[in-house]
């Protein structure tokens, strides 16, 4: 059984890495882009780039990668259902490390003109998949409640004066556990 393919796969092989940055400038294609809109659950992917710098460590085997990305999404109102047209930037710092030195201490510093990054990411220790990782923080970049312009969320009002209500139980003004109680009180 093999692995799916991302839908946005650029493989940059570790070896070609030394201490000083590799960059590479990548540009997803229009049918690249329709499959991660599909997969993100997005109207549309009408433009996605991103600049990622990878830098190998002499020792523990750590490569840093360094990215922004920029994209024009349409993603869907969450009250309305119409599109929402967004410009994504972001930047990220991405660290990874060899598998099999995943159990003993990473023996590497990090100086202090780079990025800290979370733990680091376990790789075979031969490539690593950029645009794999440039698809995974546009999904973190995106807005997760998208809102048409002049959307407004519907709120029912508990009426305090009406008989037999929440709101009237717990008297106006009441703390929201106080209407909790209440509404627990009927079952």
Known sequence: MSAAVPEFSRIVTVDRLGTAPHVETLAASPAECAAL????????IDRLTATVALTRHET??????????TADVVQTCVITG???PAAVADGFVAGFV?????????????GPEEDPFDDP???DGRAIDVGELVAQYLSLALDPYPRASGAVLETAAIDPAAEGSAGAAAGEGSSPFAVLATLKGRG
Request: cysteine-free; overall charge negative; aromatic content about 6%.
């Open 37 to 44: 809109a599909r997969r993100f659950a997005l109207a549309a």
């Open 98 to 110: 060899p598998e099999d030195r995943l159990d003993g201490p990473l023996d590497v510093e990090i």
């Open 60 to 69: 523990g085997g750590l490569v840093m990668v360094r990215g922004d990305l």
């Open 121 to 123: 990411e376990p790789f």
């Open 82 to 84: 119409q599109p929402v």
